[in-house]
Structures are given as C-alpha cells and as structure tokens.
C-alpha cells in the first residue's frame, strides 16, 4: 500500500466541517454530524476551502453525518468553482438520506468532472489521491507548495 501524501493543513471550519490538505491536491472534508447542507452553508464552504488553497483540488468529502443536502446546495456543488473543483469523491455510506441523494444529484446535474460515490474512506481517499495523480500526470492539477 501506498503512503499518503503528507498532509499540509488540517483544520475545523464554518459551517461545520473538518478540512485537511494533502500535498498532492486533494482536499478531504468531513461533515459534523447533523450538518443540514442548505445553500447558504454550501456557499460558505466554498468560502472556507478557499481559504484552504488557491489552487485547483481533488475534494473527497465525507457526508456519512449529514441528514440532508437540499437542492440549492446539490446544484452548487455540481458547479466546478470556475474550474477549481477537478474531481469529487462523495463518502455516503452504504443507506440512509445521503446515499440517495449522492445518487439523486448524480441524476439532477450535469457533472463534467469525475465523481464517484463511496461507502467508506478508505476507498474515497484511495480513489481521490489516484485521481489526483492522474490529473497532475496530464498537466491538470499542478503540484503543491506546502
């Protein structure tokens, strides 16, 4: 197995979310449990990563404890960020609210990024980290700079 990248930044943000920087450009995010995701929360989390980096990232965001995600939210984040946001992993777990709605707003948005919805970490981080190299490998995704 792999060593993960280093981490660069980790760091707990409005509206409730734990944010980690890798040095590869992959940004893990992790929902508090019970974050309601409407559209003013989704529009300050755009606000917090970019606070977090400048540059184009991998997002691999763990929503496992978040009960709903309304449809403001689900389109805002189908949006790239003017070509920021490279690739998105969902972490929804294998039931419940999020795992349909991670499959509802792959449904409702035209996405042109890669997206893939995970039940676990592991295999979301795994997935992102790859992805991230594959970006960087075709002059996507430029490296970090700690």
Known sequence: MEEA??????GHHPPG????RFGDGVIY???????VLDEKA???????????????????????????ID??????????DNGTV???AVI????????????????DNVVERPVAVFEGPDAALAWGHATAADL????KLPGEAG
């Open 136 to 139: 960087r490998a075709a002059g």
């Open 29 to 35: 995010m992790v929902a508090d449990d019970g974050l």
């Open 17 to 20: 979310m734990t944010l980690t």
């Open 71 to 80: 449809r403001e939210a689900r389109a805002l984040f189908a949006d790239d």
């Open 86 to 88: 490279l690739a998105t």
């Open 42 to 68: 989704a529009r300050e989390l755009r606000v917090q990563l970019a606070t977090v980096t400048r540059r184009p990232y991998v997002v691999v965001s763990d929503l496992r404890g978040v009960p709903y």
């Open 92 to 107: 929804a777990g294998s039931e419940g609210p999020i795992r349909i709605l991670a499959d509802r707003w792959q449904a």
């Open 5 to 10: 990248p280093p981490v660069l930044y980790t």
